[in-house]
């Protein structure tokens, strides 16, 4: 027997008990009851993140996410933010192109407090002009520093032009100008469409038993609007590949970012992709790219891909940062490894190290409650089972030789990548020059 079957069993198990908690009101969230720690993981997200930006109002759901904490109800932010403090409360809301999500931690003696502060913050957010104007002004200083930052850079370049026209290619946290159009009445327009009881997925971990968690979910939603007001997001294909664009910033090396079409997250093909793609970029120091880039000619301290499956869209992304001189040594050998495993599939040895690694790792997802309450939502998000801890192993000890080789031919192509280089990059023929945009941009997780 191989070893990854062997280690297939290995399955993070006090996750695998989720219990599927249906409230009297007709909601659901997933718990997993642990009564070894004491402290209780909430996690909640709703869909539609910085998608449902209006068009010039980039940046409008991220601004409305950070004042989600910046008073609520009769309570100022200081006020909000002091009660939190001395209830020893963790609670935070972040976003992403698909959705908006809240964060809370907090002891079991503090937990009907701290879901009232919860509710009061998605159901009553006051939007204080001192707290927008506060707000804005951070935003602004960041995006200010990110315009001279290359990693950020690239990315936002690369969203925004392999996705013309398309609300992924609208940086996430907007722009100076967009931030300044945004008023009060955008920010309670935006809060009414996308906080709402229809959209909403939710995992707990820790000591709450089900019947408790039923009462203050249905509690937490009844001040919510019942039905979310989405824009409708088309599914499209990364543009733009076989081409390279080039940022001019004076540094001494390039930042690169380069991707090509994968696979949705529900495609057939996902796990067996996404164990090739381990093997070429996302092993760290055991990946093709890593050995052939950093280890045999030192061109790059770090050179990684990774599979990028949005709602709407499927990504392959990668980046390394190299000399400016070495750029396009660099994509060359990157393009040629892409090329070679697409011709040739990985080894039966890289395979079964590939399938130890992932299935052995897996469990390190789960090893602590917050980690078990994102796993809980994520899986939701995407469409999963609450089985599918359990099954996750198996199925990726289960892609064989031949799965493999068809994943490594539909996934990589012909080893055209849409690539992105910010600095003063040589060797790169054929590249477009583009002027820096304002900054924006975010990376979407899935549960594999």
């Avoid at 249905?218 to 543009?239: F, I, R, S, Y």
Wanted: proline letters at 6%; hydrophobic letters at 40%.
């Amino acid at each position: 027997m191989s070893a990854a079957p062997t280690l297939a069993a290995q399955t993070p198990a006090r996750a695998t008990d989720i219990q599927r908690v249906k409230t009297p009101g007709g909601a659901e969230a997933w718990l997993v009851e642990e009564n070894t720690v004491p402290v209780i993981s909430v996690e909640i997200a709703f869909r539609g993140g910085a998608a449902q930006d209006p068009e010039g109002k980039a940046g409008l759901v991220s601004l409305m996410t950070t004042l989600l904490d910046e008073g609520a109800g009769d309570m100022p932010a200081d006020v909000f933010q002091e009660t939190l403090e001395e209830k020893a409360i963790e609670l935070s809301f972040s976003s992403n192109r698909d959705a908006v999500t809240a964060s809370l931690r907090t002891l079991p003696e503090n937990l009907d407090e701290a879901f009232r502060l919860l509710t009061e913050a998605l159901a009553s957010p006051r939007f204080d002009e001192d707290a927008v104007e506060r707000m804005c002004g951070q935003l602004s200083a960041q995006l200010r520093r990110d315009a001279l930052d290359p990693d950020d850079l690239a990315g936002r370049v690369f969203f925004a032009e392999a996705f013309p026209g398309h609300p992924y290619g609208r940086p996430t946290r907007g722009a100076i100008d967009s931030l300044e159009s945004i008023s009060r009445a955008d920010l309670v327009s935006v809060h009414r469409k996308v906080i709402a009881r229809d959209n909403v997925v939710i995992g707990a971990v820790g000591a709450i038993q089900p019947e408790r968690l039923a009462t203050l979910v249905d509690h937490l939603l009844a001040g919510l609007p019942e039905t979310a007001e989405l824009v409708t997001v088309p599914t499209v294909a990364p543009q733009g590949v076989g081409s390279t664009v080039v940022v001019t910033l004076d540094v001494p090396q390039s930042s690169i970012v380069f991707g090509r079409p994968g696979p949705l997250r529900n495609d057939e093909s996902f796990i067996p992709a996404y164990v090739v793609n381990h093997i070429l970029g996302g092993g760290s120091f055991s990946s093709r790219l890593f050995t052939e880039v950093r280890e045999k000619r030192g061109l790059a301290y770090s050179v990684y891909s990774y599979l990028s499956p949005y709602d709407h869209s499927g990504l392959l992304l990668g980046g390394v940062a190299t000399r400016n001189d070495r750029a396009g040594q660099s994509i060359d050998l990157i393009r040629s490894e892409i090329v070679r495993i697409a011709d040739e599939g990985p080894t039966s040895k890289e395979l079964e190290s590939a399938k130890k690694f992932l299935i052995g790792s897996y469990a390190l997802r789960f090893d602590t409650s917050a980690k078990i309450a994102n796993q809980l939502v994520q899986l939701q998000l995407d469409h999963l089972g609450a089985d599918y801890i359990s099954k996750r192993n198996s199925m990726v000890a289960a892609v064989t030789e031949a799965e493999i080789r068809a994943a490594a031919k539909s996934l990589f192509g012909e080893g055209d990548l849409f690539v992105v280089a910010v600095g003063k990059p040589t060797g790169l023929p054929g590249a477009v020059v583009r002027a820096a945009p304002g900054a924006g941009g975010s990376k979407a997780d899935a549960a594999v």
